[in-house]
């Protein structure tokens, strides 16, 4: 995917450019590459308020305006899932860090990495 310098992102902010799924799953790999390290979801299989959920992760893609024309509303899981279209299982294989070596926090790159694989 492209990056957008500044003009481009006000074109597409005041054009209202609707992204697809897989348009915004692209931008959202995009995004977390140049994510540092961030933060995954604790315990996502046995929250009972899985849709309220956030993670630092999710924060960093409510953060890009691309994303934000798109659709991405906030930074909870349902906000993610209704943007992406990822499924339950497929937030949970890759955001939250029980499949993540039990740590809290990973690189952008290496989470981009899996987000890529679910396209």
């Known amino acids: 995917m492209k ?24 931008r959202a790999v995009e995004v977390m ?7 995954l979801l604790q315990d996502y299989e046995y929250g009972n308020k899985k849709s309220t959920m956030t993670c630092g992760a999710f924060e960093v893609l409510a953060a890009d305006k691309v994303l ?18 990822y499924t339950e299982d497929q937030i949970h294989a890759v955001f939250c860090y029980c499949h993540n070596e039990l740590e809290v926090t990973t ?13």
């Open 68 to 85: 934000q024309v798109a659709g991405l509303k906030g930074a909870t899981v349902a906000d993610i899932r209704k943007t992406m279209g």
């Open 107 to 119: 690189s952008g790159s290496r989470l981009a990495n899996l987000m890529s694989r679910i396209g």
């Open 3 to 26: 990056h957008l310098n500044a003009d481009e992102l006000k074109v597409m902010e005041s054009t209202k450019v609707p992204l697809t799924q897989k348009e915004c799953r692209a």
């Open 33 to 39: 590459k140049a994510a540092a390290r961030v933060t």
